[in-house]
């Protein structure tokens, strides 16, 4: 009995701790195993006290590979009848929590996932209720508190620790009622489902609650779903929730992609510490009298969350010294002058001051930022050794010259590298497109002048397009000149740029010749 009693209290101190990596658990667990079993009483007792106090702590995901949320706990696929009755009951709890198995329920599922799975969000056996939501948008969901304490450790601190309530119902307004539902079907199902629309607060849950793999999990649904529509929003919320990774990935695409962002309705929606924030940024990639407009509308915004009358004193009001991070000095003088100057945002004495900026030799002192952004700096990734040109090629009559590419890290095309004529000074139209299996991401079309040198010419798109690593994609132009031009030799299957690996593949869209081993596009243009 002695034997018995030690043994118990050592695996009930384990349980009661919570290391700091599952790596460090398994040591522990390896050590108490080896534990000779003749040891003494003094000895166990001893080896208790020297136990670490209890740490809780939040994992972090920092893997060079992100997955989706999927990948990380992966669906099973029913294989019996028995997992299609679960998949049934979790799509039937999450709206009914008075479900009432047959009798001898518990016979039909063969492990313990699968009745755990019974009892989420069901009444059957609830040994404790939270009424969860704000007021007016609450929702009455039933627990127990055995499995939520095996999932959670703040949960297990709730009912089981030195200062439990024992209370019946709970009460929790902080947390939206599908997030609870998502956190608690991860929690009785070991199934994560997330949606765009409830995944920041499901992300608030499980932190809240410790429960890191679920929190690991929301992130990596942001960073794959995020775009310059949601960024700024994105970039907000990670701050808040400390997510250095999700912060970086946020001001990634907020540089590279700064006026589709700024243009965003989300943009609107954060908060004024984030505002300025992205206004003090010297790496967005965007022209002023974006920045401008961008302000404004976020001002007026604020009114009416502020309950304001929309008036530009009272923009001017909410923007506070915020006003001062545009850079209205470098915007260019008809933007100035068509926009900035007339919005009535600035007064009389700052409009007259910043169009002596422009135009005097002694200019006067600013309030406003008068040093240029820096923006990005546009990589070149050059995919031909050499070039040439012959007689009667290579010429343009509306055929299409097109190469599929990818990337082994996550960069945005702002426009590609074409050769021009080789016969003189010329002048050709450009139609420059960009898709992914088939779905246009970018096109544009442009005039480009070349000067009859073998130089490449830059064509832009009019945004940057974001390109995910590991899929290739397709670039196309169509270009309409009456002059001949050069044309890539001894084109390269992979090239080094910096730190993105770029590899290419023959088109089944060219049209015109264009392939790997030469042709046109011999340069795409990036940030990264």
Same mark, same amino acid.
């Given at each position: ?38 040891? +003494?009483? +003094? ?84 040994? =404790? ?6 007021? $007016? ?104 929730? @400390? @997510? ?16 589709? !962002?700024?243009?965003?309705? $989300? ?6 510490? *984030? ?15 974006? =920045? ?7 001002? @007026? ?25 545009? #850079? ?30 422009? *135009? !005097? ?18 990589? #070149? ?13 290579? #010429?343009?009559? $509306? ?20 050769? $021009? +004529? ?48 590991? *899929? ?12 001949? +031009? ?14 993105? *690996? ?27």
């Amino acid at each position: 009995m002695v034997d018995d009693k030690e043994k118990n209290m050592k695996c009930l101190t384990f349980f009661l701790m919570l290391p700091e990596t599952v790596k460090n658990r398994s040591k522990k667990s390896s050590k108490k195993t080896n534990t000779s079993s003749s040891s +003494s009483s +003094s000895s166990s007792s001893s080896s208790i006290s020297k136990l670490s106090p209890v740490c809780y702590e939040i994992i972090t995901l920092k893997t060079k590979k992100k997955k989706m949320a999927a990948d990380i706990f992966p669906r099973k696929k029913p294989a019996t009848s028995s997992s299609t009755t679960v998949q049934q009951y979790h799509q039937q709890n999450l709206s009914n929590n008075n479900l009432i198995p047959a009798p001898n329920w518990q016979g039909l599922y063969p492990t313990i996932r699968e009745r755990n799975a019974v009892m989420f969000n069901n009444d059957l056996m609830a040994d =404790v209720h939270f009424v969860v939501g704000p007021p $007016g948008g609450t929702q009455r969901l039933p627990g127990h508190k055995y499995v939520l304490a095996v999932g959670s450790s703040v949960f297990h601190a709730m009912f089981y620790g030195e200062l439990a309530e024992d209370k019946d119902e709970i009460r929790i307004p902080d947390v939206e009622p599908a997030a609870f539902l998502a956190m608690l079907k991860y929690i009785y199902c070991d199934e994560i489902d997330l949606a765009a629309d409830t995944v920041l607060a499901t992300l608030y849950a499980a932190k809240k609650y410790i429960v890191p793999h679920l929190a690991r999990a929301c992130v990596n649904f942001l960073e794959t779903s995020l775009s310059a529509k949601n960024a700024c929003v994105l970039l907000s919320q990670s701050c808040l929730f @400390e @997510e250095p990774d999700l912060t970086q990935r946020c001001w990634e695409v907020i540089d590279a992609q700064a006026e589709l !962002a700024l243009k965003s309705e $989300g943009f609107c929606d954060i908060d004024f510490q *984030t505002l300025e924030s992205i206004l003090r940024r010297e790496t967005l990639n965007a022209k002023e009298i974006v =920045v401008f407009e961008a302000a404004l509308n976020w001002a @007026e915004v604020e009114c009416q969350r502020q309950d304001l009358a929309l008036s530009i004193e009272n923009k001017r009001k909410v923007l506070g010294k915020a006003l001062y991070l545009i #850079r209205i000095p470098t915007m260019a003088l008809d933007d100035f002058a068509n926009g900035a100057a007339q919005s009535g945002v600035l007064t009389l004495n700052e409009t007259n001051d910043i169009f002596l900026w422009y *135009t !005097a030799a002694k200019k006067p002192e600013l309030q406003f930022v008068s040093k240029a952004r820096k923006g990005l700096v546009p990589q #070149r990734c050059h995919r031909f050794q050499s070039c040439a040109y012959r007689s009667n090629q290579w #010429r343009y009559r $509306g055929r299409c010259d097109s190469i599929q590419f990818a990337v082994d890290k996550r960069v945005f095309i702002a426009g590609f590298g074409l050769y $021009g +004529s080789s016969c003189g000074s010329a002048e050709y139209s450009a139609k420059i497109e960009l898709k992914r299996q088939g779905v246009v991401l970018g096109q544009n079309l442009s005039k480009y002048f070349s000067d009859g040198s073998s130089n490449t010419f830059p064509v832009w798109f009019e945004y940057p397009v974001q390109i995910e690593p590991d *899929t290739f994609y397709t670039a196309s132009v169509i270009l309409d000149g009456n002059e001949l +031009s050069y044309f890539g030799q001894e084109g390269m299957t992979e090239v080094q740029c910096g730190k993105v *690996t770029v590899q290419f593949q023959c088109s089944s869209d060219s049209t015109n010749g264009t392939g790997v081993q030469g042709g046109q596009i011999p340069e795409l243009i990036f940030y990264a």
